[in-house]
């Protein structure tokens, strides 16, 4: 993760900035604010004054009525492969188009800010989102160790502590993602949850881990109750993972793992929520979703009863079966839910029984559909 000019301006105090040239450069990383009002001295470079990724903030008093000079800046910036200038407009409110044209040309943004806006307010603004990335970047790499194969409970126990302050009974996590979010809209997301006590949010992956600790194990739906609301204002339809309850904090790391595991659940099944310990056979093939394993099963299920269809509809037999199995077996239901007659259902479904040789044994059919119809969803087949 990293600033951009992008996230920077996405900021209230920068809401009524203009870009007046290198508008293709916003992505552009910000690594530290940078100040200059002096002519810039010839060995610049030695001194180490200016280094990629500065935002530099200007008025250009000096250089207000010389444009060979102001264009000898901006080309020192690009050089050192800075990432854009914020310009306050006192003295300068418009751009000769020669360096609009170099400006562009090498995607850097130049950026008229309103003067009353103190450099303090920019330079302040500026730092506190790269101390918060940089600070988010610490614990994704952090949680990243504790997440692989083997690791230490050692590290999991001293990693649990620093990310959650204040360890009660129990604790459990939440996960979502957040796609498309700006620095800014992720950053007012983690304030409205912080000010819930109890909840400690963390950035990870494009998404973030709600991780809660309580005395009470009731109080995991009352967080839930909390969250939602604010998902909502930030985010119109949202899937996220709950992890079960733990209360060892060894397993801190099982714990994230669940909530990540339950959320790309969730997001297969288009389902709202969904809770690790209601994965079921899931957690299961989930780990094997690359496998060449879970399509062959899919396939030598499901493919008799698509091949058996002919030139009609080739989902007919499995969309009854899909039917059949979310009302629990009950003809009647499924009828009703298909808008089918109850002997159709019975004919379809004794059919399927036909093509997979297992007429004589209900249980093994169920059980067999039901894992091929999981593995579609899984694959998304």
Known sequence: ??????????????KDAEIAAGKNGLNNKI?????????????IKDMGLIKKGDLFINSFYIVK???????????????????????????ISMLPDKIVKLCNENNFPFVFIDSNIPYADVIKTTMEMILTDKSETIYEMKIEKI?????????????????????????????????DFDE????????????????????YKNGIF?????????????????????????????HMGISDIFSEIEHFDDCLKQS?????????????????????VYKILHPLKNSKILKDFYFDILNPLVESEGSGDKYELINTIEAYLK??????????????????????????????????????????VSIALKIKKLLKL
Do not use: W
């Open 1 to 14: 993760m990293s600033v951009t000019i992008k996230d920077l301006l996405s900021n209230k105090l920068f």
């Open 31 to 43: 690594e530290r604010i940078n100040f200059v009002d002096c002519p810039i001295p010839d060995d």
């Open 65 to 91: 009525e010389n444009e060979k000079e102001l264009y000898d800046f901006i080309k020192t910036y690009i050089e050192f492969e800075c990432s854009g200038t914020f310009v306050i407009t006192e003295y």
């Open 147 to 179: 997440l692989e194969n083997d690791v230490s409970r050692k590290l999991v126990i001293s990693t649990a502590n620093e990310i959650i302050k204040s360890f009660k009974t129990y604790y459990a996590s939440f996960y979502i993602k957040l796609d």
């Open 184 to 203: 800014t809209r992720k950053q007012m997301l983690i304030s409205s949850f912080k000010i819930i006590k109890g909840i400690e949010p963390v950035i």
């Open 210 to 238: 709600l991780l809660m600790s309580f005395d009470k194990s009731s109080s995991l739906d009352m967080y839930y109750t909390q969250a939602d609301p604010i998902f909502k204002e930030f985010v119109t339809n949202y």
């Open 260 to 280: 990540i595991l339950a959320y790309e659940i969730s997001d297969i099944l288009d389902n709202k929520k969904v809770y690790y310990k209601d994965t079921h």
């Open 327 to 368: 009302c629990n077996g009950d003809y009647k239901k499924t009828a009703a839910l298909i808008n089918q007659h109850e002997n159709t259902v019975r004919y379809r479904i004794s059919k399927a029984k036909r093509y997979l040789n297992l007429e004589s044994d209900n249980f093994k059919f169920i059980e067999q």
